[in-house]
């Protein structure tokens, strides 16, 4: 059987960093509050070079392309997990094609807001296992900065920007995604939403003054469920391929909240050594977390390393995978 490895990983994040002593200035918060609950230390936003999330897409894409020697003219299909697009249409990932010198590809954009890069992944893995396609791109890009509003000390402190991309081809030796869990629960809308902006609401003057343009967040309502369930998830798929705390190199967990991936690893039987971590310096980039960390710990993984992506977001959408390095 075909399977579907990650032959490259890369990421971009900007240049300016927004401290937490910064973000003092601007709301009533405090470093000691922000890093205790959340693990957050500094977080960057994107500034000077440029408009929109497929920038930063692009420059991760580019510098992946470069890194595994793959011709613009080979790439198959990109997938772009956002919710933070440029615009709602043309879909970002068709931006990114074009900054990067893409030609004529498939490529879409995806919205599971923080479990898009795993259902981007397990979606570009499809195409790579039917053996329909050889090269596939999964984009992770999100300008949170876009949607936070910087009024509001409960979630203005959590967000930040980035984007991370992956290279997902054929192996005949087995490497890759051996399994996936994904699940959604659309009851869950109310509690993690951009109300405003869609066709449910679209922009009046009144929508803007009320501020339902930007993120609005039931914080204990999503740590509740949140910690449940990326815990489950991470589990099950853990016991249905037989395999231990001591079997997983590392848990690439979504970078929400440091309490929540603590509680996950803690269930898996995973050491908090095994643990991949950078939400202290880029807090949670919604679809890029996950690549954003394999960019980080690339030189510390070896070939034919266990990998469990877990993630948790808005939708409520959920979800786990089992990967070989
Ligand atoms: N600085 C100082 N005080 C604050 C801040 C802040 N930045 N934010 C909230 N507080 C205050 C609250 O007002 C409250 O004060 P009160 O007791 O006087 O009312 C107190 O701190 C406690 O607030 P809680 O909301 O109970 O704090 P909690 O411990 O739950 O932490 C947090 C909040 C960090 C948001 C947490 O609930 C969390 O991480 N939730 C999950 C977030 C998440 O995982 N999101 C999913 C992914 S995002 C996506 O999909 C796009």
Redesign the pocket.
């Known amino acids: 059987k075909t399977t579907a490895a990650i032959t490259g990983v890369s990421g971009y994040v900007p240049e300016y960093v927004l401290t937490n002593a910064e973000?003092e200035k601007i709301?009533?918060?405090?470093d000691e509050?922000?890093v205790s609950?959340?693990g957050i230390k500094e977080r960057r936003i994107l500034k000077g070079e440029g408009k929109g999330s497929s920038v930063m897409g692009a420059e991760a894409v580019k510098r992946l392309l470069e890194k595994t020697n793959t011709r613009p003219e080979d790439v198959d299909l990109l997938i772009c997990a956002t919710?933070t697009p440029d615009y709602f249409f043309p879909a970002t990932a068709n931006l990114i094609c074009a900054k990067v010198g893409i030609p004529e590809s498939a490529s879409y954009d995806l919205a599971a807001?923080?479990?898009g890069f795993l259902n981007a992944l397990v979606t570009g893995a499809m195409f790579i296992e039917s053996g329909r396609y050889k090269k596939v791109v999964v984009v992770g890009s999100d300008k949170?900065s876009s949607i936070v509003d910087y009024t509001d000390?409960?979630?203005?402190?959590?967000?930040g920007d980035g984007a991370g991309a992956v290279l997902l081809e054929p192996d005949a030796d087995g490497l890759g995604i051996q399994d996936f869990i994904l699940k959604s629960d659309g009851n869950g809308a109310s509690h993690?939403i951009q109300k405003a902006g869609g066709s449910a609401y679209p922009p009046t003057h009144e929508t803007i003054d009320s501020r339902l343009h930007f993120?609005h967040?039931e914080?204990?309502a999503?740590?509740k469920f949140?910690v449940t369930r990326m815990a489950d998830v991470s589990a099950e798929i853990m016991e249905r391929n037989k395999l231990t705390g001591e079997d997983v190199a590392f848990l690439v967990p979504?970078q929400?909240?440091k309490?929540?991936i603590d509680a996950t690893a803690k269930r898996m039987g995973v050491g908090e050594e095994k643990v991949m971590l950078n939400i202290h310096k880029y807090g949670?980039t919604?679809a890029a977390t996950i690549p954003l960390c394999l960019w980080d710990y690339e030189d510390q993984l070896k070939k034919g390393d266990n990998l469990i992506l877990a993630a948790?977001?808005?939708?409520f959408?959920w979800g786990s995978i089992y990967l070989k390095w």
């Open positions: 973000l709301v009533d918060t405090n509050w922000i609950r959340t919710v807001a923080c479990s949170m000390r409960t979630t203005c402190v959590l967000f993690l993120i967040q914080g204990q999503v740590f949140a979504h929400a909240n309490r929540i949670n919604t948790f977001g808005g939708g959408t």
